[in-house]
């Protein structure tokens, strides 16, 4: 139960920041944030979206591609329930 509102919490904070509008998630801070929730998904076939969809987000978040950047860190959202 506290893990849940701990986890209710955090998205309630990452959703309501200014930062995310701003395309501003694509920084390694967040992908960090990204590795820790996609590795507590109890849904297998949905975990493996949003780990690949964040593949391909960290993969042009390096080449320096904010709008891909973005793209695949929303599929990987979605993938995630969020
Ligand atoms: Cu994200």
Avoid: R
């Amino acid at each position: 139960m506290l893990k849940a509102s701990l986890a209710a919490a955090f998205l309630a904070v990452m959703f309501l920041s200014p930062a995310y509008a701003a395309g501003d998630l694509c920084n390694d801070a967040h992908m960090k944030q990204m590795d820790e929730m996609i590795a507590k998904m109890t849904d297998a076939a949905k975990k493996e979206e949003a780990t690949m969809h964040l593949d391909m987000s960290k993969a042009e978040m390096k080449k320096g591609n904010t709008a891909e950047c973005m793209k695949h860190m929303d599929e990987a959202h979605k993938a995630m329930g969020m």
